[in-house]
Every structure is written in structure tokens, then in C-alpha cells.
């Protein structure tokens, strides 16, 4: 076994550390508070190569890692939950369109989104399809060359920002879950239009939007995978999402620890720095434990995506202990700052409300457990 980062590994680490440090950092509580989407930044991440890292050169990607992928993710969350969240949802749509898709969509999609031009979106939640995905009403009906369209999607990440949406419909109602199928659909399709923007709790700065398909056509070419495959390809996709939303969780912790530990060299109570506190330093010593556990789960997970073994249970193990661990950490880190913590003129109250929906989407931890349970009693 070997726990040490690969050269290629460390270098992608400084190299997002810099960026976050040069490009990410500095607007992270302004695009937070206006709620703005972060364009420019998600462009200079693929002008960068960033979120071209773990995909096949030919397709425009740079032929490197899933780990460093994740130590992508890791790294902007420490700044920014709602970068971070962005780029993790980005990586879905590409993910899937490699794993499932024909040359010709590889060839057309792959590497306008490996390069940051385009942005990318999955869809699978509808008002009545949460937790209970296979629920999924909206419906594709073949006619000739051309899918139909109809029904909703609700709280897509980068929806309306987008330019390429992974969705799922079915083809099939009667059959079940084996009955979904997956198509891409392009942003300015007649009939598919963006409905209802999200206003949140936190990841303010990510757009979370509704879908709207009404009538909308979309060529056959345009199905991705087989139909009745499209349940498989989401949960395949959402298996190597959670990693990434596990990483998210990792750097909204370990960035709240950090500040927290800063934050106690320098004020003072009682006659001396808040971190000669033993009733601190034990709520640091838990902080850190958890976060030591959620890292090398999620490095694990990874691990077994990168070198091509089943890791369903160790991706939602990952995403269940990486989320609450990010709210664990978060939430003492508010305590710890007092009542400055709860100031906006401090990142902590935004890390705790970004670190709040680590543990709701891609799955929520009762359906991690469920997942978790399904498989280690088989
Ligand atoms: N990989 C491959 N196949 C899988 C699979 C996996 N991880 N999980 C299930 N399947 C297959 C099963 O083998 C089964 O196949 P067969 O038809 O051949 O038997 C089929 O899928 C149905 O499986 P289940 O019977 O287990 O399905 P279920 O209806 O009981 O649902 C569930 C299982 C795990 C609860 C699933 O519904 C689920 O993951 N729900 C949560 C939904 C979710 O995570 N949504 C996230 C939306 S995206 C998002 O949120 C993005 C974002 O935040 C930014
Ligand atoms: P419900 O399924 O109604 O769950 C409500 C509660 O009941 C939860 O605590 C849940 O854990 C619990 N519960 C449900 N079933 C069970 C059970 N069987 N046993 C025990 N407890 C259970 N979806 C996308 O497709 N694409 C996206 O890009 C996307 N982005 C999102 C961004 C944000 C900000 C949010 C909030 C959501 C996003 N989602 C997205 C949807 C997200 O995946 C769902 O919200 C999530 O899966 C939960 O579904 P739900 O909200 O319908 O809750």
C-alpha cells in the first residue's frame, strides 16, 4: 500500500492551490452575497486544464487521475462550496457522455466541456423523484428521427447556465426502472426551456434551477447509452459524483479548521489565546480526527474508481461520513469563533450553510445508509 500522492498528484494540488488562492479566494463572499454564478472563474478552470483532469486525451481531456479530479474539488471547497459544487456537477455530464456515449457525442460534446466553454448539467430530480428516483415522470416518446420531450425537472445545479444537460426520462413507464432511458439535450432546444431559479441556504453562488420540457424534440442521435439503460447510467454516475461531493465536504472542512485554528492564536479571553484552552483543543482534536477519517475514505474510493473496482459502498461511505463531518467541523467552527462566527465579516457562517447540502444532494446520508446496508447485506 502506498498513502503518498503521486508527483503528478502534488503538482495538480499546488497548481489549484495557487489558482484558488489567485482566482477563486478573493471573490468567494462577494459572489456569495450577490449570488452570483461564477462564469469567468469556471472558464479560467478550463483554460487551466482543471476540469479536463481525469478524461481521455482524444476527447480533450488531459489523461490524468481521479484523485486528482477530487483534489480539484477539495481544494476550491476550502474557499468555495459553491465553485466547488459546480465543478463536481460539471464532471457528471462528462463522466457520463465517455462512459455511454457514441464516438460522434464524445466527438461533439467532450472537449467543448473539458475546456470549460461549455458548462454541464445532470437531471434526474422531479418534484415527485427525489430520494426515490425511479419515480421519474417525464417522458421521451420516439417519433421518427426525433424524441418528444414532456415533464419537469426540479433543483438542477448549473440549470440555466448550462449549455449541456444529461436527463433522464422514460421511454418505457411500464417497465420500472428498466424502462428510464438518458439523452443530452442542448440549452435553446425548442420546447425545453428554464423554469423556477432556487433561492437557498447556502452554495449561493451555484445556480439551482427547474426544467421545463414542453413538446420539446430532440434528435434520436441524441439518446445517450441504450434505452431502458438510462437508470444504471445514472446511478453509475452518481456513484462517482458522491466521491466528488465527498471531496466537497473535505475542503469546506478542512478550510473551517483552518480558520478556526488561526482564529484561536489570535484572540485572546481570559488573559491568554483562545488555543491554550484544553476544552478547545478537544473540539480541534475531533475536528481533525473526523476530517482524517473522511480523507482517506474518499482517497479510497478514488483509489478503487481510478484502477477500475466496484466502489458503490465506498463512494456512498465517503459521502456519508465526508458530508457530516463538514457540518460537524463547520458548526464547531462557528461555536469556536463566538459570536463573530455568526458575522458575515467572517467565512465561517457561509462554510456551514455550504456545508449543509453536502449531505442532501447526490443523495442524502439516510439514502447513503440505505445504499451502504444494501450492499453489505447482499
Ligand atoms: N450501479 C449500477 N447499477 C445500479 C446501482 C449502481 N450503483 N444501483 C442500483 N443499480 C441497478 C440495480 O442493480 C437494479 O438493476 P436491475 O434492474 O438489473 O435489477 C436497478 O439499478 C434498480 O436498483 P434498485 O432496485 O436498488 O433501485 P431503487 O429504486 O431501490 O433505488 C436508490 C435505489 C439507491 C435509493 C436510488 O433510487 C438512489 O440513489 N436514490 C437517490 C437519488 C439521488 O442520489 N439523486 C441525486 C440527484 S443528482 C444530484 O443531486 C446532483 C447534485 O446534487 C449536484
Ligand atoms: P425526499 O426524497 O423527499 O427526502 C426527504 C427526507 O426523507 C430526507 O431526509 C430523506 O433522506 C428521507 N428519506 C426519503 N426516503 C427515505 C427512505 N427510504 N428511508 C429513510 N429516509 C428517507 N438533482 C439532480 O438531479 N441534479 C442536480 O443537479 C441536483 N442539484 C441539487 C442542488 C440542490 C441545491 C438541491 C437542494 C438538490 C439538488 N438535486 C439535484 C436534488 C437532490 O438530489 C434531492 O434533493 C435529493 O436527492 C433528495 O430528494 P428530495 O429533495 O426530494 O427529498
Redesign the pocket.
Known amino acids: 500500500m502506498n498513502f503518498d500522492f503521486t508527483n503528478e498528484q502534488n503538482m495538480v494540488k499546488q497548481s489549484i492551490e495557487e489558482f484558488v488562492q489567485n482566482e477563486i479566494e478573493p471573490i468567494a463572499e462577494e459572489i456569495d452575497r450577490e449570488h452570483r454564478f461564477p462564469r469567468e472563474t469556471i472558464k479560467k478552470l478550463g483554460k487551466n486544464g482543471f476540469l479536463a483532469i481525469p478524461f481521455p486525451v482524444e476527447y480533450g481531456g488531459a489523461g490524468g487521475d481521479t484523485i486528482s479530479k477530487n483534489i480539484v474539488i477539495e481544494e476550491i471547497a476550502k474557499k468555495c462550496g459553491a465553485t466547488a459544487?459546480i465543478v463536481s456537477?460539471h464532471y457528471l455530464p462528462i463522466n457520463l457522455i465517455l462512459k455511454f456515449g457514441t464516438k460522434e457525442q464524445k466527438e461533439k460534446y467532450v472537449a467543448k466541456l473539458t475546456s470549460g466553454e461549455h458548462i454541464g448539467?445532470?437531471?434526474?430530480?422531479e418534484p415527485n423523484?427525489?430520494?426515490?428516483?425511479s419515480n421519474v415522470q417525464t417522458t421521451a416518446v420516439l417519433d421518427g428521427d426525433e424524441y418528444i420531450l414532456n415533464g419537469s425537472?426540479?433543483?438542477?445545479?448549473?440549470?440555466g447556465e448550462a449549455d449541456t444537460y444529461v436527463i433522464l426520462a422514460m421511454t418505457d413507464k411500464s417497465a420500472g426502472t428498466r424502462g428510464m432511458s438518458a439523452f443530452i439535450v442542448e440549452k435553446d432546444t425548442p420546447g425545453f426551456s428554464i423554469g423556477k431559479i432556487?433561492d437557498?441556504m447556502g452554495?449561493c453562488a451555484?445556480s439551482?434551477a427547474e426544467l421545463i420540457f414542453e413538446n420539446c424534440r430532440i434528435p434520436k442521435e441524441n439518446l445517450l447509452g441504450k434505452e431502458g439503460q438510462g437508470f444504471k447510467l445514472a446511478m453509475v454516475g452518481l456513484d462517482s459524483g458522491r466521491i466528488g461531493m465527498a471531496s466537497q465536504a473535505l475542503g469546506l472542512a478542512e478550510g473551517a479548521l483552518e480558520e478556526t485554528i488561526k482564529y484561536l492564536k489570535e484572540r485572546e479571553q481570559f488573559g491568554k489565546p483562545l488555543i491554550k484552552f484544553q476544552g478547545l483543543q478537544w473540539y480541534l482534536a475531533d475536528m481533525h480526527s473526523r476530517i482524517e477519517a473522511s480523507r482517506w475514505l474518499i482517497y479510497h474510493a478514488s483509489y478503487l474508481e481510478q484502477t477500475g473496482k466496484p466502489f458503490t459502498k465506498e463512494a456512498a461511505t465517503a459521502k456519508l461520513i465526508g458530508s457530516e463531518t463538514a457540518m460537524y467541523v463547520t458548526h464547531k467552527a462557528v461555536q469556536m469563533h463566538g459570536g463573530y462566527g455568526f458575522m458575515k465579516d467572517y467565512p465561517l457562517e457561509r462554510m456551514m450553510r455550504d456545508a449543509k447540502?453536502t449531505e442532501?444532494?447526490?443523495?442524502?446520508?439516510?439514502?447513503m445508509k440505505?445504499v451502504i446496508a444494501s450492499q453489505i447485506t447482499r
Open positions: 459544487a456537477v448539467a445532470f437531471a434526474l430530480t423523484a427525489g430520494s426515490d428516483a425537472k426540479c433543483f438542477i445545479t448549473n440549470g432556487e437557498k452554495i451555484s439551482t447540502i442532501i444532494y447526490e443523495g442524502t446520508s439516510e439514502i440505505i
